[in-house]
């Protein structure tokens, strides 16, 4: 059992920037894929980002490449998602996922998942 669980959530106005921490135990983090989904009132989770194992490969969805950077430091059993460039319709509850091995980008691939973390942007 993989257990994870995000930080980094708030209330922030749109131009401004956040940086969500998740941080995964249960099992040799180097082994997982890490993604971070989202989802809105209303709406369906949707795919954000999600990096390999090693860190070295990393994808995005069309809408948050270039403000967005997903990262991940072994070391600490953590990964990032550096949020730049806010924009209202970034507003969801942001979680992160784990699978093993390899990167995926729809949400059911994976098994483990956190509780989830606010990012709430205003115009």
């Known amino acids: 059992q993989v257990h994870m669980v995000e930080s980094g959530g708030g209330l922030v106005q749109a131009g401004d920037s956040l940086r969500l921490s998740c941080a995964a135990f249960g099992h040799t983090f180097s082994n997982l894929a890490i993604g971070w989904f989202r989802q809105a009132p209303g709406k369906e989770r949707e795919f954000v980002a999600t990096?390999?194992?090693?860190?070295?490969?990393?994808y995005y969805r069309d809408s948050v490449k270039g403000r967005f950077t997903i990262s991940r430091d072994n070391a600490k059993n953590t990964v990032y998602l550096q949020m730049n460039s806010l924009k209202p319709e970034d507003t969801a509850v942001y979680y992160c996922?784990?699978?093993?091995?390899?990167?995926?980008?729809?949400?059911?691939?994976?098994?483990?998942w956190g509780q989830g973390t606010q990012v709430t942007v205003s115009s």
């Open positions: 990096v390999s194992r090693t860190g070295v490969s990393t």
């Open positions: 996922a784990a699978r093993l091995y390899s990167t995926a980008n729809y949400s059911g691939a994976y098994p483990y």
